[in-house]
Nanobody, 121 residues
């Protein structure tokens, strides 16, 4: 099977930075799109940023200019560099990948379990 493990969350003061990582492992043949989503208490999950296999990126308006998504295909890992963090960025951050498994060549979406980011003084 496939596992996604996020890391890098924590408590940071407003204006600070964090870097999230999400490593995929298991029966992976190839990874297509990768992305980050977040869910704040009492709110629906929302897209933060995505990156295609060609390196094309897309960002939510609320994070443009502050967050940067990148990927390392040799490590099956996606990153989210978050700068100038605001209290409203507080949420559980989830990574998502769209990939093909080598066991059956089926293309599926996989989600990580999430990592908590808290922005507070």
């Amino acid at each position: 099977q496939v596992q996604l493990v996020e890391s890098g969350g924590g408590l940071v003061q407003p204006g600070g930075s964090l870097r999230l990582s999400c490593a995929a492992s298991g029966s992976i043949f190839t990874i297509y799109d990768m992305g980050w989503y977040r869910q704040a208490p009492g709110k629906p999950r929302e897209l933060v940023a995505t990156i295609t296999s060609l390196g094309n990126t897309n960002y939510a308006d609320s994070v443009k200019g502050r967050f940067t998504i990148s990927r390392d295909d040799a490590k099956n890992t996606v990153y989210l560099q978050m700068n100038s963090l605001k209290p409203e960025d507080t949420a559980v951050y989830y990574c998502k990948t769209n990939l093909m498994r080598y066991t059956d060549f089926e293309v599926m979406d996989y989600w990580g379990k999430g990592t908590l980011v808290t922005v507070s003084s």
